[in-house]
């Protein structure tokens, strides 16, 4: 089966830093891979849709400045938390499919807390 | 854009019993409805799904229905177990495999 996977699975950073997030396709190459935000206790937000070797493309009210977003391979998309605070805390679940048409799969998710 | 709105938030039944959770969504160009189950940290998990073409669909003790006039859709579990006991996301979209915009979730607690 299809296998996409995140690292780090949780990480704590101080505020001001920067953080980055992997999300890799294990098994298939990726053309397109979604990056989600889900706060605890409540459900997933789309943040932004990565194609390879172009642009994301952000939901409105996502920062793209704020959350830096790289897909130069077909099997590697990172997310950079920059300039982290405690209000990014969340939970990124990053999803990638091989094509239009095909079903998209989920990264195991990333716990991140910013102290 | 699209919204999705899921009910109830929380859930519980008893062992054995069914458990009907249910969602609207307003772009009449959604045509893709998926069902999410998730577990405490852990990945959503497909569980079933429906496209627009079909009213219903069934594997073993889940079933989906959509009514795609009223923009609604449906999660039937029968015979529920303590195991089922988890969050459960529907979600819209305008094709299968594009991004996916979630209700809200609910909260199924099975009680043994």
């Known amino acids: 089966g299809a296998v996409v996977s995140q690292h780090p699975s949780w990480v704590i950073c101080k505020s001001g830093t920067s953080v980055k997030i992997e999300c890799r396709s294990l098994?298939?190459?990726?053309?397109?891979m979604f990056w989600y935000r889900q706060f605890p206790k409540q459900s997933l937000m789309l943040m932004a849709t990565?194609?390879?070797?172009?642009?994301?493309?952000?939901e409105q009210g996502v920062e793209k400045d704020k959350f830096l977003i790289n897909h130069a391979s077909l099997t590697l998309s990172t997310l950079t938390v920059t300039s982290a605070h405690p209000e990014d805390s969340s939970f990124y679940i990053c999803?990638?499919?091989?094509?239009?048409?095909?079903?998209?799969?989920f990264g195991q998710g990333t716990r991140l807390t910013v102290v | 854009g699209e919204n999705v709105e899921q009910h109830p938030s929380t859930l519980s039944v008893q062992e054995g019993d069914s458990a009907v959770i249910k969602c609207t969504y307003s772009?009449?160009?959604?045509?893709?409805f998926p069902w999410y189950k998730q577990e405490l940290g852990k990945r959503p998990q497909l569980i079933i799904d429906?496209?627009?073409?079909?009213g219903e669909k069934k594997d073993q003790r889940i079933a989906v229905t959509l009514n795609k006039t009223a923009k609604h859709f449906s999660l039937h579990i029968t015979e529920t177990q303590p195991e089922d006991s988890a969050v459960y996301f529907c979600?819209?979209?305008?094709?299968?495999?594009?991004?996916?915009?979630f209700g809200a979730g609910t909260i199924l607690r099975v009680k043994s």
């Open positions: 999803s990638a499919r091989r094509d239009t048409n095909t079903e998209a799969f």
């Open positions: 098994d298939f190459q990726a053309t397109t």
């Open positions: 990565s194609n390879e070797g172009s642009k994301a493309t952000y």
């Open positions: 772009d009449s160009a959604s045509n893709y």
């Open positions: 429906i496209r627009s073409n079909v």
């Open positions: 979600a819209a979209s305008r094709s299968y495999g594009n991004k996916l915009v």
